[in-house]
């Protein structure tokens, strides 16, 4: 699901070089636990051995940018573990972040859907040791066709994305850097604690928002001293989430998706 669009652009030079790092490592298909990744755990047993066969575990450290192109033409994979963002290096070295992926999410799925294969400026750049599951494309579209269960969890998943990628791409239209942070540093929150360990660096949120470093550290500093927020070495905590969230809203109207009434 990583290969839709959003327009959050760094008014910066990228850093990204455009080699690969040399520090992702394969393990044996023998130790890879399907049934332990979401979305193949909702395979069935059999089904999982059999895809085990031709899995693959690829990890990858800190600060690595990967060619999507050498490693996901011909496979389907999923981040089993860390943090990524997909990324496009433009013309004049000008990082665009088009999609972050989390657990559980899948990557050359769409692609392969349509067809095509990723382009040379394509990248995934590690903000945390990531660890990425993948199997040969044609036998992962196989077990969506064959598995009810499998499907839906796949299309739940990529439903997500395009959610969220909707919503990035409304706030960096519509909303200024401040409600854009906002917007994000909730959603980073969001469904869990108030805490967010292992915060995103400033230059990670500015990508993640369409902003320079410069303009997010400000904006931090804001909502630190309007106690909004308390920030500490790579942890930010939101102390006030009724007022932080006033605050996206006004900016934004409301919000573009809620839980609906069952």
Known sequence: ????????????????????????????????????????????????????????????????????????????????????????????????????????????????????????????????????VSVPKEHFMRSMRAHAEFNDAVVRSLTQTVVDLHTRLFEVAALDVRARLAGRLLALASGKSRLIEGAPTHAMLAAAIGASREAVSRQLSDLEKERFIRCRRRTIEIIDWSGLDALYRRAAGGRLFRESSK
Do not use: Y
């Not at 895809?51 to 389907?76: G, H, K, P, Q, Y």
């Open 1 to 132: 699901g990583a290969e839709t669009t959003s327009m959050s652009r760094v008014q910066h030079r990228s850093t990204i070089s455009r080699r690969p790092a040399p520090s992702a490592s394969k393990a044996s298909s023998a130790s890879v636990d399907l049934g332990a990744v979401s979305p193949f755990s909702a395979l069935p047993r059999a089904a999982i051995a059999d895809l085990s066969d031709l899995a693959e575990r690829r990890v990858w450290r800190t600060r690595s940018t990967v060619l999507l192109n050498r490693e996901f033409t011909d496979r389907i994979g999923v981040v089993s573990a860390g943090r990524l963002r997909l990324v496009a290096i433009s013309a004049d070295a000008g990082l665009i972040c088009l999609n972050e992926l989390t657990e559980g999410d899948v990557l050359g799925l769409c692609t392969s859907l349509l067809g095509l294969s990723p382009g040379d400026n394509l990248r995934l750049c590690i903000d945390r040791p990531a660890e990425i």
